[in-house]
């Protein structure tokens, strides 16, 4: 999995303003986002998801996950916009300011930091991204979700962080 394949998610974004203000967040991500795993314990996330690019890998699940149940959950376009491009961008900044483990308030961190860098835009869903991560720990997050998109935000990512996947398969 690589940073081509993430990038190739904003294409599942039917608007123009969000589709675009993805991709100049995705080109923002800090150069960490492309290497880390994504649990610094491993205690919280599958196999796949560890290791070199495991963020990247987790990330791409979830946007996966997400595009699999719209088939049976109904959003109207632009919620499925809003959900994809917060799933793009959860982790975007994972680390938050520490270098070495995960932060707990990544979720904040990378909400505000989004509120900021996306201060000079104005789109439809803008302020719904930003809400969906930062409720997209659902009840271990400062903020919980307060609606159906961001339930399903959350949802979506904390069915990529679930180990389901090494119960089942050992192996290439």
Not at 53 to 80: D, P, Q
Not at 104 to 112: G, P, S, Y
Request: charged share 25%.
């Amino acid at each position: 999995m690589s940073r081509e394949e993430l990038y190739k998610m904003k294409d599942k974004v039917v608007d123009d303003a969000i589709k675009n203000a993805t991709l100049r967040a995705l080109d923002d991500l800090p150069d960490y986002f492309w290497s880390i795993s994504s649990s610094s314990t491993g205690k919280y996330h599958p196999k796949f998801s560890l290791g070199d690019g495991g963020l990247v890998r987790h990330t791409l699940f979830a946007v996966e996950i997400a595009v699999e149940l719209f088939n049976i959950v109904t959003f109207s376009n632009i919620e499925k916009d809003i959900i994809i491009s917060s799933l793009i961008l959860h982790d975007g900044r994972k680390l938050g300011n520490n270098p070495k483990y995960m932060d707990k308030n990544h979720a904040d961190f990378q909400a505000n930091y989004l509120a900021t860098f996306w201060s000079d835009l104005n789109f439809n869903g803008r302020d719904d991204i930003i809400e969906c991560i930062r409720t997209h720990m659902g009840q271990w997050g400062q903020v919980k979700p307060r609606n159906k998109v961001e339930q399903f935000v959350h949802t979506c990512d904390y069915i990529a962080s679930r180990k389901l996947y090494d119960k089942y398969y050992e192996g290439e």
